[in-house]
């Protein structure tokens, strides 16, 4: 079974930038992986996923925005998350699809 740890997140600004990591414990090279968040009092949601391939899926709220990457020598998957707005306020997991077990994910929080 692989863990994920995510790590990058932070307090920022509403403009600004965050680079998201998600470090696995195993080979995901053959794995859709996904970057969901949850925001207080809200479903998690998914925001962005790459493919084995290199393809990649983003939600409607953060094209343009945001961009997902990953480095299968490193089993690494990165959100670099830019113009990042106040609704963007969440706690930020990586996970494999299908989703096993969930790591404590990454506290974002957009305020000035």
């Known amino acids: 079974q692989v863990q994920f740890a995510e790590s990058g997140g932070g307090l920022v600004q509403p403009g600004g930038s965050l680079r998201l990591s998600c470090a696995a414990s195993?080979?995901?090279?053959?794995?859709?992986v996904d970057w969901y968040r949850q925001a207080p009092g809200k479903q998690r949601e998914l925001v962005a996923s790459v493919t084995l391939y290199g393809g990649t899926y983003y939600t409607e709220a953060v094209k343009g925005r945001f961009t997902i990457s990953r480095d299968n020598s490193k089993n690494a998957v990165y959100l670099q998350m830019n113009s990042l707005k106040s609704e963007d306020t969440a706690v930020y997991y990586c996970n494999r699809r299908p989703a096993e077990v969930w790591g404590q994910g990454t506290q974002v929080t957009v305020s000035s």
């Open positions: 195993g080979s995901i090279s053959s794995d859709l």
